[in-house]
């Protein structure tokens, strides 16, 4: 399952909580498209935002109707105890594959980072994902530690966040990466920006943002980066720069994609949970302004 | 209540859990040197690892056993669904206070610090202390900020990150954000290196990690400092100086201050939650070299 186009979702809330029949048909776009593999409750799904049951219902929903595409599910959280508990709820819920941020609130050393790892390898059955992504969860992986983590059983994949932009310099570095990992070690790259320099040097994969939303243009790019068509590849990616623009200017790209999903009828304006807010109307306008010009309604 | 030395405890575990027999004997050195406050569940008392039950139980525990002594609760997480969840458990248990912190997984804007704030001071009816500690909530806040949240209901004391070494830089940045506050917000200092400095600066109070463990060493620089005797504080806050060293040495206070506790029979050594972990042997030892050093025992 790890190879191609992951697909991360939103789960929008309405003002009763969170909003299932958007999440479904927010779903189905994805699950219409074939998308390789789903990222349920990433990130782009506002994991650390929801309680356990919240957590275990949406994982839930996801294997029903996830039309047997397999759905990897987070189980981060800052405690250790809390992440074993959604782990089994998670494996309960019939989930293919298990996302594992390491979450930190105190500032995480190395050998803590790595006996979580270990904790939670030791306790889950399915394959795991490792997360890293510093600009939420505040843990820095060394190369080292993430050499040290791929070494223990179930861990099959790591989301990096990002390559360097220039394809020499990111072919250096996938191939750094996976010269330290054993085989079995898939390398995903995510930072939606960098998907198209991550393909081209050497990803198996893409965790997407953008293919949550808009799985057929994301899946058109990993498609070519399948078939070795990496100017086409390259064309694609590059074409979606005012969207990429969009992120940077935001914060990050889940406002940018909550007003998407707003824009094209998929959830209401103000769908995140608090204290995250929508984007001002104004700005929502612009994003819609970007969606139409990229053609990305679908 | 906002006023001298609130000491904030470490919450210490066992193998079984929450170690409330250790929790309870850290608790009543606090009351028999008769602090000024119990800041129960703060950074210190690892609130942000505790389920919302662990935290009711410890919140009503310390209030059971605070001999009257006002007790401020940290009613943080990432979500504020469960943050006004948390202010009611508060309330029901009893406790006097508030402590706020606005803990961050995407990054939040200022728009949504303070409307996060502005949620929830109008769910409840105890005092709140804003907590200002980017450190571990991520969430940085510039004076305008602050001085906006600070016109809202409720809002009573600011617990600040620190003040520059420097005296008169330190009283001028103390003397610059009381201008930005109603006079109702008191100042607490922590950041317990920069207590010195903050209380001759002219904050009300020290938000004090070693008051939490050492309440007679901290509760003499607080008595000096409202007794205006500003030498004492300073050459009292000197003093402790290896100590402040250590807390820099371990990335913070935490995983020093359970070594402490560790080395005074108050907790075992393995007393943080996962993933965070003790301190190596060789660590703790010294820990005890600077505790005795400093005749710390009490």
């Known amino acids: 399952m790890f190879k191609g186009l992951s697909a991360f979702p939103l789960t929008p809330l309405n003002a009763s909580g969170i909003d299932e029949k958007a999440f479904l048909n927010i779903l189905k776009r994805l699950t219409d498209a074939q998308v390789d593999s789903l990222g349920i409750l990433g990130s782009t799904g506002s994991y650390a935002y929801f309680t356990r049951e919240q957590r275990k219902r949406i994982a839930t929903l996801a294997v029903q109707h996830a039309d047997n595409i397999p759905v990897m599910v987070s189980i981060g959280a800052i405690s250790t105890d809390e992440v074993l508990r959604l782990a089994d709820d998670a494996q309960q819920a019939g989930a293919s594959a298990l996302l594992l941020p390491a979450v930190s609130y105190q500032k995480l050393n190395d050998e803590e980072v790595f006996g979580f ?114 100017a086409s590849v390259a064309a694609q990616a590059q074409r979606l720069a005012p969207l990429w623009a969009l992120f940077t200017r935001h914060g990050g790209s889940l406002r940018v994609i909550a007003a998407a999903a707003s824009n094209l009828g998929l959830a209401e304006m103000d769908c995140l949970p608090r204290p995250l807010r929508p984007l001002a109307a104004a700005e929502a306008a612009e994003v819609h302004k970007v969606i139409v010009g990229l053609e990305l309604g679908e």
């Open 117 to 230: 790892y270990q904790d939670v390898s030791r306790h889950v059955s399915l394959p795991i994902c490792v997360y890293d992504n510093p600009g939420t969860t505040h843990t820095v992986f060394s190369d080292a530690l993430h050499a040290r983590i791929a070494t223990l059983p179930h861990i099959a994949s790591i989301k990096i966040p990002g390559v360097p932009a220039d394809i020499a310099a990111a072919t250096e570095r996938v191939q750094a990466l996976r010269a330290d990992f054993p085989a079995r070690v898939s390398i995903g790259v995510s930072g939606d920006a960098f998907a198209g320099a991550g393909l081209i040097a050497g990803c198996d994969l893409w965790y997407s943002v953008c293919g949550g939303l808009f799985p057929r243009t994301a899946k058109a790019i990993t498609d070519a980066a399948m078939a070795g068509d990496f």
